[in-house]
Structure formats: C-alpha cells, structure tokens
C-alpha cells in the first residue's frame, strides 16, 4: 500500500505550479479538505485561473466556469433540513461554519440552516481562491421543467405527495438513479413549487 502524498511538503512555487494543473472543482473541492490547505490555494490566488461566477439569485446556486467555458463546476445551496439523510453526506468548514456537503463530478451540494448566509459565505469562499468575474441572473439555466402552484385559498388537509405530508415534502431532494435529473421541492402557507433540474 502506497502512503499518501505529502503535498503541502512541497516548495512553494512547485506547489503553485500543482494548484494550476487542477480543474475548477477540483481545486473547489480541495479547498473544503482543511483549513491548512485551503489557506494554501487562496495564497497562490494572483497565480490561478480566471473564472466567470454567474450567480442565480433567485434559487442562489453558483456556477463557475473557464473564460472558454471548457471548465464548469456548480455548487448548489441547499436548507438543511433535519429529514435529509444520504450516506454520501460529508461535513466541512466553509468560512468558518461548519457545512453538510455532498459531492457529485461536476458540483457539489451544500446544506445550511441559514440559506442566504450559505449563498453568501460560498462566494465570499470563491473570491478568496480564484479571479472571478460576478454576473447575476435571476434565472436557473440548468432548469428543463418547473412547477409553480399559488392560492388564497390553499387547506392543509393531510394530503400525501410522493408518501409525504407538505411538512415533510419541504425541502426534498429526489433524484434519478442515474444522477442526471432531480427535482427540488419548496413549500409554504400558500405555495407549492418543484423544479426540475439536469446535469446532463
């Protein structure tokens, strides 16, 4: 068995040299590992690449990508909420405060108990790795199907949705097998809301 590689053994400007062979999720990824290590990648900053950082405010998930857009990684903000439970689930510490986190290919999923304090501290997290370029949008471009129900005259009557009441319905994740599709769910007093999002 191979033991593992002490990279932050090596001499700085070699270990720059590393950081800059890494994709933008991986070094995003990297950076959640340790304080140490993420210390390291906001130091070589000036060195790394420069990144588009569209942000989605109306559902506040990031997407950073290359100034070719050949490199793309998504970080969605989730509200963490107590009947989540995925045995892919890691915690880390981003800005301080500690985060679940699940990690796909090509993003990863966050969960806070505060939704725009996470959106917030993400970014706060970015600037300090990488140049970034900020634009906005109020619309989600990885959303192909969305679902939006509105009344004054909505009744909690105990009705189940997928085996739930709309309590345990709120802030539901449900995904293909596959990894390729899944559906976000949002309820309140008078709304019920789904969107459908694709990875593909």
Same mark, same amino acid.
């Given at each position: 068995m191979s033991s593992p590689f002490p990279l932050l053994r090596l001499p700085r400007l070699v270990l720059f040299d590393v950081f800059k062979l890494l994709s933008i999720g991986e070094k995003i990824k990297l950076s959640l590992c340790s304080k140490k290590?993420?210390?390291q990648i906001n130091n070589c900053r000036l060195y790394s690449q420069k990144v588009m950082v569209s942000l989605d405010m109306l559902y506040q998930g990031i997407?950073?990508?290359s100034e070719n857009n050949n490199d793309r990684f998504g970080i969605f903000n989730r509200y963490n909420s107590a009947t989540i439970n995925n045995p892919d689930m890691q915690q880390? +510490?981003?800005e301080g405060r500690t985060v679940l986190v699940i990690s796909f290919p090509r993003r990863i999923e966050t969960f806070w108990k505060n939704h725009q304090e996470g959106f917030l501290s993400v970014i706060q997290h970015l600037l300090k790795m990488f140049q970034c370029k900020?634009?906005?949008s109020y619309k989600n471009e990885f959303i192909?199907?969305?679902l939006y129900v509105k009344? +004054?005259?909505y009744t909690n009557?105990?009705?189940m949705i997928l085996g739930m009441n709309l309590m345990e319905l709120r802030g539901q994740v449900i995904q293909t097998d596959n990894g390729s599709k899944k559906a976000t769910f949002r309820t309140d007093s008078r709304s019920i809301e789904?969107?459908?999002t694709s990875f593909v």
């Open positions: 290590i993420s210390t997407r950073v990508y880390y +510490q981003i900020i634009s906005t192909i199907e969305y009344t +004054q005259n009557d105990g009705a789904m969107s459908v």
